[in-house]
């Protein structure tokens, strides 16, 4: 179990290096849920119907990078704010990245 940092006697808020490589593959999760995956696809359409992926703003949602920055922002502010309920729900997004991984490995 992930010990939750005790703010007020003076523990940094910099997640330990566990937490960092959870909350990195639950960034990177949550960009590709918004970016590829077919879930997503019908509110992913709608936008592009009224915002071209030629523009800044559409560009966000195909660029990896750009859209990380955000996301990883949210991710590290939520985990600030509640780590005891960031890590647990980071650890199922992290998990699901690493098997996403791991299967796109083994079918190729």
Not at 96 to 106: H, P, Q
């Amino acid at each position: 179990m992930v010990a939750v940092p005790d703010y007020e006697h003076g523990d940094r808020m910099i997640p330990s290096l566990l937490e960092f490589v959870i909350l990195a593959l639950a960034t990177y999760r949550i960009c590709r849920l918004l970016i590829e995956d077919r879930i997503l696809d019908a509110p992913r359409n709608w936008f592009f119907s009224k915002v071209s992926p030629s523009t800044q703003f559409g560009y966000l949602l195909t660029c990896y990078h750009c859209l990380s920055m955000y996301v990883g922002t949210f991710v590290f502010i939520c985990y600030t704010i509640v780590p005891t309920v960031t890590i647990p729900v980071a650890c199922v997004l992290a998990l699901s990245a690493v098997t996403g991984y791991i299967s796109t490995k083994l079918d190729n």
